[in-house]
């Protein structure tokens, strides 16, 4: 039996993100074995970028099903948008403080 701690990868672009990074933080979350990867930039994703990482698929839990790689605008953060994951339960598999 694995680890309960979970695995949320984060990458923060400033500058011009594309389907690259994306590739690069599906390699990573491949490489680490974490369940959810989030990239965060400035600007809006192009449609590659978001067919990417819809084709990583979902991450399933005992409370539903995320999207295994995410990626988020600044803005979309600042408007409220949250990151998709398990909330925290009473089985312990989600630690924040872990």
Same mark, same amino acid.
């Given at each position: 039996? =694995?680890?309960p +701690?979970?695995? !949320?990868i ?7 993100a594309? !389907? ?5 933080l599906?390699? !990573?979350?491949?490489? %680490?074995n974490? %369940?959810i ?5 400035? &600007?809006? *994703? $192009?449609?590659?970028?978001?067919? %990417? #990482?819809?084709? $990583?698929?979902? /991450?399933?839990?005992?409370? =539903?099903e +995320? *999207?295994?790689? &995410?990626?988020? $605008?600044?803005? %979309?953060l600042l408007? =409220?948008r949250?990151?998709? /994951? *398990? +909330?925290? @339960? #009473? @089985? =312990?598999?989600?630690?924040p403080?872990?």
């Open positions: 039996m =694995g680890s +701690n979970k695995q !949320v984060l990458s923060v672009k400033g500058g011009h594309s !389907v690259a990074h994306v590739r690069d599906r390699g !990573v979350l491949d490489r %680490e974490a %369940e990867g989030v990239l965060i930039t400035l &600007q809006e *994703p $192009t449609a590659p970028m978001r067919k %990417e #990482s819809a084709s $990583t698929g979902f /991450y399933s839990s005992p409370r =539903g +995320n *999207p295994r790689l &995410q990626v988020l $605008t600044i803005a %979309e408007d =409220g949250r990151i998709a /994951y *398990p +909330n925290r @339960c #009473s @089985c =312990g598999l989600w630690d403080a872990a």
